[in-house]
């Protein structure tokens, strides 16, 4: 197998202005012209290793530059991939897999709060007015939470018009009180549908202690939501006075 040729040394002019140098430096009898020559070329080469040493440099700090663009944009890619994961595409807040991974993690240290409301009659906003005017509707749904909730509460859509609102160190008093409070934003909130009609919600909530499940607090806030239904819609109804 053939071996391959050496590289050439990157200066290998300058080691060779500066050997010749040397030499000269060390001959004696070395004339006035042989000295001013070897200075010369000595000069000259150093001239072209700053020039070299500039480029390397300049190169270099480009190279740095785009590393550091490239790194920053992994990062904000990395950070976008994580909020689509876990968030809804038309609304923002939390998706249900991050509900209720959020949820779970609270549970594990803390009580919570649940409350899940239904949009009353969103079949028929889609049927009648078609499926953007139902999706601005939800959109303002979630505006109107979010200009209520407190900063701890965590909005997610789980359903196609459902939503939750988690609490952390709330109790059920409360959370009743805050329900109550968006049910009522919810039914004087101007949704400008085409029939000027209004958009009211339904409301469950729920507490649990620590240790327990989101599932366990998703079942009773959804039982309590189902019987809201059934009383006749725009209303709270609090998992507590439900029999187990």
Same mark, same amino acid.
């Given at each position: 197998?053939?071996?391959?040729?050496?590289?050439?040394? #990157?200066?290998?002019? %300058?080691?060779?202005?500066?050997?010749?140098?040397?030499? +000269?430096?060390?001959?004696a009898?070395?004339?006035?012209?042989?000295?001013?020559?070897a200075l010369g070329d000595l000069i000259a080469s150093y001239e072209r290793l700053l020039r070299e040493t500039r480029r390397l440099v300049r190169r270099s700090d480009r190279e740095e530059l785009e590393m550091n663009q490239l790194n920053q944009r992994l990062h904000e890619l990395a950070a976008e991939l994580e909020y689509r994961a876990t968030h809804d595409s038309l609304t923002g807040v939390l998706n249900r897999a991050a509900?209720?991974?959020?949820?779970?993690?609270? #549970?594990?240290?803390?009580?919570?709060a649940l409350i899940v409301l239904d949009i009353d009659h969103f079949k028929r906003v889609n049927d009648s007015f078609g499926h953007p005017v139902g999706d601005r509707v939800i959109c303002g749904v979630v505006d109107c939470l979010g200009a209520i909730v407190p900063e701890t509460a965590m909005v997610?859509?789980?359903?196609?018009?459902?939503? !939750? +609102? #988690?609490l952390p160190?709330?109790?059920? !008093?409360?959370?009743?009180?805050?329900? %109550?409070?968006?049910? %009522?934003?919810?039914? !004087?909130?101007s949704f400008e549908l085409p029939d000027g009609s209004n958009v009211t919600a339904s409301f469950g909530v729920s507490w649990l202690p620590r240790s327990s499940s989101f599932d366990a607090a998703y079942r009773r806030a959804d039982?309590?939501?189902?019987?809201?239904?059934?009383?006749g819609r725009n209303? +709270?109804?609090?998992a507590d006075r439900l029999a187990d």
């Open positions: 197998m053939m071996s391959q040729p050496a590289q050439p040394d #990157l200066f290998d002019l %300058e080691n060779l202005a500066l050997s010749a140098a040397r030499a +000269v430096f060390d001959d009898g070395a004339g006035m012209a042989q000295r001013q020559q509900v209720i991974e959020r949820a779970n993690r609270q #549970l594990v240290e803390a009580s919570l997610g859509r789980v359903g196609g018009e459902e939503f !939750t +609102v #988690l160190g709330h109790n059920c !008093t409360e959370a009743m009180q805050l329900a %109550e409070r968006l049910r %009522e934003a919810l039914a !004087t909130h039982d309590a939501l189902y019987v809201a239904k059934r009383e209303r +709270v109804v609090c």
